[in-house]
């Protein structure tokens, strides 16, 4: 059973930096693609950046472009996600996602598993 568990959220001024990770167990994690998404309340939940397998492939959400970066290690299975300059819209649950293929996509309905979701707060 594939599980993923995110860690890093928590609260940060404007401006400032978190980096999330990402903790995959259950099958052989170099093989697959992630993916980061966000749900802000009362919004539909958003992509904000994919990797494929092997790392050397990566995309962003036009909101996220140039502040956040997704890179992963496959020897300790895990993904993250580097977010700087943040900003209060940034503010979101931020749920990592596995997908059975070996490239990325934008598309939620395209990933296979999801992890719990970890809350980022951005302050003004």
């Known amino acids: 059973q594939v599980q993923l568990v995110e860690s890093g959220g928590g609260l940060v001024q404007a401006g400032g930096s978190l980096r999330l990770s990402c903790a995959a167990s259950?099958?052989?994690?170099?093989?697959?693609?992630m993916g980061w998404f966000r749900q802000a309340p009362g919004k539909e939940r958003e992509f904000v950046a994919a990797i494929n397998w092997s790392g050397g492939i990566t995309f962003y959400g036009d909101s996220v472009k140039g502040r956040f970066t997704i890179s992963r290690d496959n020897a300790k299975n895990t993904v993250y996600l580097q977010m700087n300059s943040l900003k209060p819209e940034d503010t979101a649950v931020y749920y990592c996602a596995s997908r059975t293929n070996v490239g990325g996509s934008y598309a939620e309905n395209d990933y296979d598993y999801w992890g719990q979701g970890t809350q980022v707060t951005v302050s003004s």
């Open positions: 259950g099958r052989p994690f170099s093989s697959y693609a």
